[in-house]
């Protein structure tokens, strides 16, 4: 899965959007990758917390080819699994923890821009406010970590 994620971000102008509440475990996730893969690839890196709409303009500006929204997404899978969400899945399936304001931000932007946009859901085994990211989860963050960075340096 890794590769074919690596494979759709080939020399392309790249947005990467962490989504996550920072209190909430798993849910964390998106932002955690944001934090980590900041400064150190050749991407747009944004750590949109849980209001991704709030950084609407800053997308649009950065003009990219591919949007990759990182985000916990409930797939009934073992924790820790990753699957690449295409956009017309996002607002029907109701995958991500934050599919309302997803739908409402996803709209918006492709009235302005219209990039080649996915999610990168990553199951998450606990959301409850407190608690830590789960070891399943952190493992993943650490795979896909290392490879944007091995391919987009």
């Known amino acids: 899965?890794?590769?074919?994620?690596?494979?759709?971000?080939?020399?392309?102008?790249?947005?990467?959007?962490?989504?996550?509440?920072?209190?909430?475990?798993?849910?964390?996730?998106?932002?955690?990758?944001?934090?980590?893969?900041?400064?150190?690839?050749?991407?747009?890196?944004?750590?949109?917390?849980?209001?991704?709409e709030n950084y609407i303009g800053p997308i649009v500006a950065a003009k990219p080819e591919v949007l990759m929204i990182v985000d916990a997404a409930n797939m009934d899978a073992p924790p820790g699994s990753l699957a690449i969400i295409e956009m017309d899945n996002i607002a029907s399936s109701g995958l991500s923890t934050h599919s309302a304001s997803l739908n409402l931000f996803l709209l918006?932007?492709?009235?302005?821009?219209?990039?080649?946009?996915?999610?990168?859901?990553?199951?998450?085994?606990?959301?409850?406010?407190?608690?830590?990211?789960?070891?399943?989860?952190?493992k993943s963050l650490g795979s896909i970590e290392q490879a944007l960075l091995k391919n987009l340096s």
């Open 108 to 138: 918006v932007l492709q009235s302005e821009i219209q990039p080649d946009t996915f999610v990168l859901g990553i199951q998450p085994q606990a959301i409850e406010f407190g608690a830590p990211i789960s070891d399943p989860v952190r």
């Open 1 to 52: 899965m890794l590769e074919k994620l690596v494979k759709r971000l080939s020399n392309k102008k790249i947005v990467i959007l962490g989504l996550g509440h920072p209190l909430r475990g798993d849910d964390s996730a998106g932002a955690e990758l944001a934090e980590r893969l900041a400064g150190k690839v050749e991407a747009t890196v944004i750590n949109a917390d849980g209001v991704p």
